[in-house]
T-cell receptor, first 116, second 114 residues
């Protein structure tokens, strides 16, 4: 079974631009979460989508948004890029939403975004 | 200017020895925990998980211990191998209402000396 895939793997943008990142979850998984990883802040939760609806949101500005499609694929968008948005953006998929039972979360390889 | 980053605890072990990586979690309401391994240039890799109604769970060469009284997790790796060198994270989920939102620790860098 294929793992979580993310495209593109690397991206270079300039301040003020916007960017869209894509994530395809493991087949059959319906929950997709996004995280930002930086040396200064570590791994931080951005948001989670389940059944095309945002279920949880972390403490990030409104410039960060996302969506999920009916096939569970997800995209996240960052508008008006700032230098501080340079990070590894990770997508994780889970079979179900919530921790009502063991619900492992598996990560993709990430998209390395550099903002110049 | 000076680069500021998280202070990453480090652990160096000899190949073949057992490793113990510790993690203090933040919220007493957390009821599900995952240990991840992250190698350079890769996304975190699921190692093992544990629910709050257990205090120990074993996998292949790994054991996770949970002490809810002091909000502490540990990951034990038996017979550590060079391929175990990586950064290890514990992640906590705060149960109902939190969905799949996990809070991650700062990580521990494990170096295995051949």
């Amino acid at each position: 079974k294929a793992g979580v895939t993310q495209t593109p793997r690397y991206l270079i943008k300039t301040r003020g631009q916007q960017v869209t990142l894509s994530c395809s979850p493991i087949s059959g998984h319906r929950s997709v979460s996004w995280y930002q990883q930086t040396p200064g802040q570590g791994l931080q939760f951005l948001f989670e989508y389940f059944s095309e609806t945002q279920r949880n949101k972390g403490n990030f500005p409104g410039r960060f948004s996302g969506r999920q499609f009916s096939n569970s694929r997800s995209e996240m968008n960052v508008s008006t890029l700032e230098l501080g948005d340079s990070a590894l953006y990770l997508c994780a998929s889970s079979l179900r939403q919530g921790s009502s039972s063991y619900n492992e979360q598996f990560f993709g390889p990430g998209t390395r975004l550099t903002v110049l | 200017g000076e680069s500021v980053g998280l202070h990453l605890p480090t652990l160096s072990v000899q190949e073949g020895d057992n490793s113990i990586i510790n993690c203090a979690y933040s919220n007493s309401a957390s009821d599900y925990f995952i240990w991840y391994k992250q190698e350079s240039g890769k996304g975190p890799q699921f190692i093992i998980d544990i629910r709050s109604n257990m205090d120990k769970r074993q996998g292949q060469r790994v054991t996770v211990l949970l002490n809810k009284t002091v909000k502490h997790l540990s990951l034990q790796i038996a017979a550590t191998q060079p391929g175990d060198s990586a950064v290890y994270f514990c992640a906590e989920n705060m149960g109902r209402g939190a969905g799949n939102q996990f809070y991650f620790g700062t990580g521990t860098s494990l170096t295995v000396i051949p």
